[in-house]
C-alpha cells in the first residue's frame, strides 16, 4: 500500500505559488477528489471482516488518527460496500463520547472505500482481562472490581444512546471495547450494526440514524445471522432479524459482565454447543465459574437478569441495566440487601417476641398453681402427697428454662437485623416491646435492679 492516501492536502495546496493556488475550478477542484497526498500512512493496527485500520498521518491537521480501509475482495460484492459505508455513517451520526468520531470518508487513490476516524489509545477490555488472568499485578491495580464495573455502567450508557436512536451494535465483545488511557471508554466497530428502518414519529427529539443500507431496502435480511457466537443472544441465532432489538446488545453486555466477574466467558465449546446452551440458558452460574473470584451477590444478579434465555425476562433497556450497576458502585445496592436481610431477621425476630411474652405468660401462670399448691401441703406429708407441688414447679422451672432460651434467641435475631441496619424501625419496634415486658415483670416482681436495668436498655430502642 502507498505511504499517501486521500484527498489532496490542503496544506499543500495553499502553500503553493500563487500560479499553482489560484482559484478552486476546472481542473483544479477535480483535484480535490481522490488524490494521495493528505494522509501518510505510519503503520497496520488492525484487521477485521472487511477492512483493515491503519494508523495515519493527517498532514493538514498535523494529527495521527486511524483510517479504516476496505479490503479489495470484500470491495467486489455490492452489500459489504453498502456495509462499510453505512458504518462509516451510523458512527458519525452517533455524536457520543462513548465511540470514537468519523472525520471524513472518501475513496483511496486506488478506488477503495476508506473512513477516518479518532485514534483511540489503549487497550481493549480483551487485552485487560488476558492481563488478569495472568495475575500482572500492575494490571489487578488499575482495573479491580469496582473499575471494571464502573466501565461497563459507561458502556451501558453508550448502548442506551444508540438504542435510542434506533441502531443494534450486534456485536459487543471484550475485543470491541477499547479502555483509554485517560479514562476513556469506547464502544468500537459498529461494522454489524442494524439500523432500525420503521422510525417512531410519536417519540419527540429522538434523532435517528439514517444509513445507504438502510435506505437501499437491505437493512433487514431474513437467514444471515451476524456477530460473535460466545456473545450473542439466543434470538440472534434464529436468523430472524425481526426478533433482534435493543435486549439483544443487553445480553452482550451481560456476557461482558460475566466476563469481567469471573474473568472466563459464559459460554464455549463449539458452535453447535454455544446454540444449545444458549437457547436452555444453560450458562454455569456467574458465582460457580470461578471459585476464586466469586462476585456479590447483587452483581450476580444484574448478570443473570441480562443474560435470561428469554427477552422479555432481560432489562428493558441498557440505561435499566446501568442504574443497576450504579446502585451497586454508590452502595445503595448494598444497602437495600441489608434492609432486606434486616427486616427477615426482623420478622422472625418479632414473632419470638410474641414466644417470649406467651412463655412469661404462662410461666406466671405456672407460678400462680404452684404457690397454690404450696398452700395444701404440710411440712410432715409424704412425698406421694406431695406430687401435685413438684409437678407444678417442674413445670414453673420448665417454663423459666424456654423462656430464658427464647429470651436469648429473640434478642440475637433483634440485634443481628440493627447489626445488617442499625437505624432498622421493624426491629427496634420489637425491642422496644420486649423490654416493656421486661420492666412490668421486673416492677411487679419488686425487683428494683432488673427494673432498673430494663428500663435504661428499654431508652436505647423506644423513641
Known amino acids: 500500500m502507498d505511504n499517501d492516501l486521500g484527498r489532496q492536502s490542503i496544506s499543500a495546496w495553499a502553500g503553493a505559488a500563487?500560479?499553482?493556488?489560484?482559484g478552486t475550478s476546472g481542473d483544479d477542484a477535480a483535484a480535490f477528489t481522490p488524490a494521495a497526498q493528505r494522509f501518510r500512512v505510519e503503520q497496520l493496527i488492525g484487521r477485521g471482516g472487511m477492512g483493515e485500520v491503519h494508523l495515519v498521518t493527517d498532514e493538514d491537521l498535523r494529527r495521527q488518527i486511524a483510517m479504516k480501509v476496505m479490503r479489495e475482495d470484500a470491495a467486489q460484492e455490492r452489500e459489504h460496500r453498502l456495509s462499510f459505508v453505512a458504518e462509516a455513517q451510523a458512527t458519525s451520526q452517533l455524536e457520543h463520547p462513548g465511540i470514537p468520531p468519523v472525520h471524513d470518508i472518501g475513496l483511496t487513490p486506488d478506488g477503495r472505500l476508506y473512513f477516518t476516524m479518532k485514534l483511540v489509545q489503549g487497550r481493549t477490555l480483551a487485552e485487560v482481562i488476558h492481563d488478569l488472568v495472568l495475575k500482572r499485578r500492575d494490571v489487578q491495580r488499575e482495573y479491580n472490581l469496582h473499575k471494571l464495573v464502573s466501565n461497563l455502567e459507561t458502556i451501558c450508557e453508550t448502548m442506551y444512546f444508540a438504542h435510542e436512536r434506533g441502531v443494534i451494535h450486534r456485536d459487543l465483545k471484550p475485543e470491541n471495547i477499547m479502555l483509554g488511557d485517560y479514562g476513556e471508554v469506547h464502544v468500537m466497530d459498529w461494522g454489524l450494526a442494524r439500523v432500525e428502518v420503521e422510525i417512531d414519529e410519536d417519540v419527540e427529539g429522538a434523532a435517528y440514524v439514517e444509513t445507504a443500507r438502510a435506505g437501499s431496502g437491505t437493512e433487514t435480511q431474513h437467514g444471515q445471522i451476524k456477530g460473535t457466537p460466545p456473545y450473542m443472544s439466543p434470538?440472534?441465532?434464529?436468523?430472524?432479524?425481526?426478533?433482534?432489538?435493543?435486549?439483544?446488545d443487553i445480553y452482550a453486555l451481560g456476557c461482558l459482565l460475566y466476563e469481567m466477574l469471573t474473568l472466563h466467558p459464559a459460554f464455549g465449546g463449539n458452535l453447535s454447543e454455544i446454540i444449545s446452551k444458549k437457547m436452555a440458558g444453560e450458562a454455569v452460574d456467574v458465582r460457580e465459574r470461578n471459585p476464586r473470584r466469586k462476585p456479590p451477590e447483587p452483581l450476580a444478579e444484574v448478570c443473570r437478569k441480562a443474560m435470561a434465555a428469554a427477552a422479555s425476562e432481560r432489562y428493558g433497556t441498557a440505561r435499566e441495566m446501568g442504574d443497576a450497576l450504579r446502585n451497586w458502585l454508590d452502595g445503595r445496592g448494598a444497602r437495600a440487601r441489608r434492609h432486606l436481610e434486616a427486616e427477615a431477621l426482623a420478622a422472625q425476630g418479632t414473632e419470638a417476641v410474641a414466644e417470649d411474652t406467651r412463655l412469661s405468660t404462662g410461666g406466671t401462670e405456672a407460678e400462680r398453681r404452684a404457690d397454690k399448691e404450696a398452700g395444701k401441703v404440710k411440712p410432715w406429708q409424704s412425698v406421694a402427697e406431695k406430687d401435685a407441688l413438684l409437678e407444678a414447679r417442674e413445670r414453673v422451672e420448665g417454663l423459666e428454662t424456654d423462656a430464658a432460651l427464647s429470651f436469648s434467641e429473640t434478642t440475637h435475631l433483634l440485634n443481628a437485623?440493627?447489626?445488617?441496619?442499625?437505624?432498622?424501625?421493624?426491629?427496634?419496634?420489637?425491642l422496644g416491646d420486649l423490654w416493656k415486658s421486661r420492666l412490668q415483670d421486673a416492677e411487679d416482681r419488686g425487683d428494683k435492679a432488673d427494673a432498673t436495668h430494663a428500663l435504661a436498655t428499654l431508652r436505647r430502642y423506644d423513641d
Open 235 to 248: 434470538e440472534q441465532f434464529r436468523s430472524d432479524p425481526s426478533a433482534v432489538d435493543e435486549r439483544s
Open 417 to 430: 437485623a440493627l447489626t445488617q441496619e442499625a437505624e432498622n424501625t421493624t426491629a427496634r419496634a420489637a
Open 18 to 22: 500563487p500560479e499553482s493556488a489560484a
